[in-house]
């Protein structure tokens, strides 16, 4: 199963919570591309056993793979002799959501599989997971709130946004992204804000949607890496419409008016920074 990528188009942060958690606000939309590829071999040895590309993801209990399908077993009682092969596109630690969309796709295929569970139990499974784990369980456009977990699905008929991702290639943990919030940045979202990103989305209106925009987290990303604040410049400055830093960052999205513009930026970033990571993305919706 292919399972997506996400941005967060808006990410404000509400409140903390008692059990270290935030409250946020946030906008996720998921990206057919990069995707990860996962796949369960229901015959394997006994328990469960995780096969990873990618050398600095862990492949024992740490793996949200393994842990979505031991939480899956357990609440059912299932004895598992499941092998779990992840094949890593989606960058680590940087953003875009990849081990909480790894975990849903455990859960859904577990799920095709042995149909024990409805929406409301794996959901409950997931979020048990992680907090973007929930929305990856049905990856379309969502508002979330709460810790991420309160999804709400705004009815979008989108047309085709293009976008470009730069991951730099170092990972920021989401842990330190929230340690380092500034408690002035935590506050209440305007009542219309979520009418007026849907709007902006709906009729494609970059030069609205750019001022709507944001991410309470990139502060601390842009002090503790000046390189994030110049590529974005640098983004703007070639044409894009809007460029920010996705979830905890370190990953840098941004918005263009056409694909040729899109197209002629990756092109050019890819010169000017080939160590980095530049991906070519879209929004769509369907
Ligand atoms: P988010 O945007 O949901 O906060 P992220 O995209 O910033 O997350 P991930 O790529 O999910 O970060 O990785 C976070 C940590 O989880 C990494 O340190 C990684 O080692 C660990 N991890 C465990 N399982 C996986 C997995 N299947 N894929 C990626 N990372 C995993």
Same mark, same amino acid.
């Given at each position: 199963?292919? &399972?997506?990528?996400? $941005? *967060?188009? %808006? ?24 995707? /990860? ?7 394997? !040895?006994?328990?469960?056993? $995780?096969?990873? /590309? ?23 009682? $299932? &004895? ?14 940087? =953003? ?12 859904? $295929? ?9 929406? *409301?139990?794996?959901? !409950?499974?997931? #979020?048990?997971? =992680? ?12 508002? +979330? ?5 309160? #999804? ?9 946004? @293009? ?6 290639? %170092? ?11 500034? @408690?002035?940045?935590? =506050?209440?979202?305007?009542? /219309? ?31 503790? %890496? ?6 974005? &410049?640098?983004? #703007? +400055?070639? =044409? !894009?419409?809007?460029?920010?830093? &996705? ?5 840098? %999205? ?8 899109? /197209? ?9 920074? @080939? ?12």
């Amino acid at each position: 199963m292919k &399972t997506p990528s996400k $941005i *967060n188009l %808006f990410l404000k942060v509400t409140g903390r919570c008692e059990n270290s958690y935030h409250s946020i606000n946030t906008l996720f939309m998921p990206l057919a591309n990069p995707a /990860d590829e996962i796949n369960i071999d229901f015959e394997g !040895a006994a328990g469960i056993s $995780i096969i990873c /590309d990618t050398p600095e993801i862990p492949c024992g209990e740490h793996n949200l793979c393994h842990k979505a399908a031991g939480k899956y077993a357990e609440s059912r009682g $299932i &004895t598992p002799n499941w092998e779990i092969t992840i094949v890593k596109n989606i960058p680590v630690a940087a =953003g875009m959501g990849g081990g909480s969309s790894d975990a849903a796709a455990v859960l859904r $295929i577990l799920n095709e599989r042995y149909n024990k569970l409805d929406e *409301n139990e794996l959901a !409950a499974i997931a #979020l048990r997971c =992680g907090a973007d784990v929930p929305f990856f369980l049905s990856p379309r456009p969502a508002f +979330a709130r709460g810790i991420g977990n309160v #999804l709400k699905y705004p009815e979008l008929n989108l047309p085709e946004i @293009p976008l470009l991702l730069i991951n730099p290639g %170092f990972p920021v943990s989401a842990a330190w992204a929230y340690k380092n919030l500034s @408690p002035d940045n935590i =506050g209440e979202v305007p009542a /219309d804000y979520e009418q007026k990103l849907s709007d902006a989305l709906q009729k494609a209106d970059l030069k609205k949607l750019s001022r709507l925009i944001h991410n309470d987290l990139a502060t601390a990303c842009y002090e503790k %890496f000046p390189i994030l604040r110049i590529l974005k &410049t640098e983004l #703007l +400055a070639s =044409g !894009a419409a809007a460029a920010e830093i &996705t979830g905890s960052g370190p990953t840098l %999205f941004a918005l263009c008016g056409s694909f040729e513009k899109r /197209d002629e930026i990756t092109s050019s970033f890819k010169r000017n920074y @080939p160590q980095m990571n530049i991906i070519k993305s879209s929004i769509r919706c369907n």
